[in-house]
Each structure stands twice: as structure tokens, then as C-alpha cells.
């Protein structure tokens, strides 16, 4: 298996079996990220130095105006797709086999998860995983200490409050909270502007 094969995989929303071929790769896609993360966090970078070691991590390119404060954390690193102008705030962990896509302009919070894989229902298979892309529209801001689940979109221009739990999809220019989150208010426009 390579790279574009195991991300194929897991787009594809089929189950990971425990022991598998993909399962063994997504090891080896961890030993990486767990080495280029200890780099980004084992000492002062410059903004140009940080957006080079974030590029090599997701494999593709980040625009000039990427932001990462770390420490930052992922386990697969692969499967990060960021726009523009998107800022990344202290302590944040990504597990994004399942895919995360961040629009332009999203800011990320303190100590953010984003989490793309749920375990098996059944004991039996506990040790599969089942991966769900998480998509964050553009100009969202995600507040510190929020949790997204797999499978989630966050729709353009709205707010997740600090400490969230968002476990279903967020319509655009809305505020939402709360464990599990729910729609707080929408925008007014005023706001908007």
C-alpha cells in the first residue's frame, strides 16, 4: 500500500480493519507525523520555518498567510487540507485520517480536537476504525477547549463556542454550544458585516 492508496481508503469511508494492510500503513504515516510534530514543537521556529515544517507534515503546500502557534498535534499529518489565512492556536490535535478540511480564514482555538475516527460498535471489532472527514468552512472560528467529531461540517462564517462538543453538522453564520452543541443564535447583519 502507499500513500495515495491509503488515503483513497479512507476517504472512502470503509472501515479500518485492526491488523490490516491499511491499519499497518496508518502506523507507519504515525511514525512521521510523530517526528516532524517533535520537530514544530521542540523548539522556536520562525513563521517561515513553521510553515515549511507544516507543509512537509500534510505533504502539500500551506499559503504565506498559514498562523501556527504550537505545540500542535496529529497522528497522520496526510490527510490536512488548509485554505488561506487560517491560524492555528496553541495545543490543538488533529486525527485526520478521515480528512480535515479547513477553509480560508478559519481560526482554531486553544487546544482544539478534531477528531475523524470513531472505533467499531461491536467489542468483537473494537479495533477497527470507521473515518469521517470533518469540514470547516470559511472565516469559522473554533473556540478553545472544542471538540469536533467525525463526520462534521461547520458551515461558513460560524462561531463554535469554547468547550463544544459538536457532534452534528453546524449551519452557516451561526453561534453554537454547548455538550453536545446546538444552535445559540445566528448572526444578525450587523455582525455580518
Not at 36 to 53: C, D, F, K, M, V
Not at 104 to 118: E, K, M, P, R, S
Amino acid at each position: 500500500m502507499d500513500l495515495e492508496a491509503f488515503l483513497k481508503h479512507l476517504s472512502s469511508g470503509k472501515p479500518v480493519q485492526g491488523g490490516s494492510e491499511a491499519h499497518l500503513f496508518m502506523h507507519g504515516v504515525s511514525q512521521e507525523a510523530l517526528r516532524i510534530t517533535a520537530q514544530i514543537n521542540g523548539s522556536y521556529h520562525s513563521p517561515q520555518e513553521l510553515r515549511a515544517l507544516f507543509s512537509r507534515l500534510i505533504g502539500q503546500p500551506v499559503d504565506e498567510g498559514f498562523g501556527l502557534f504550537p505545540p500542535f498535534y496529529t497522528d497522520c499529518g496526510k490527510n490536512i487540507h488548509i485554505g488561506k489565512n487560517v491560524f492555528i492556536n496553541m495545543g490543538c490535535k488533529f486525527q485526520d485520517q478521515g480528512g480535515i478540511f479547513i477553509g480560508d480564514g478559519a481560526l482554531i482555538g486553544h487546544n482544539v480536537v478534531l477528531a475523524t475516527l470513531n472505533h467499531a460498535i461491536s467489542p468483537k471489532d473494537r479495533g477497527s476504525m470507521v473515518p469521517a472527514a470533518i469540514h470547516i468552512g470559511k472565516n469559522v472560528w473554533i473556540g478553545s477547549n472544542a471538540t469536533v467529531l467525525p463526520g462534521v461540517t461547520v458551515g461558513d462564517g460560524a462561531i463554535v463556542a469554547a468547550g463544544a462538543v459538536v457532534t452534528r453538522d453546524v449551519p452557516e453564520n451561526t453561534i453554537v454550544g454547548g455538550v453536545p452543541a446546538s444552535v445559540i443564535r445566528h448572526l444578525t447583519e450587523e455582525e455580518l458585516q
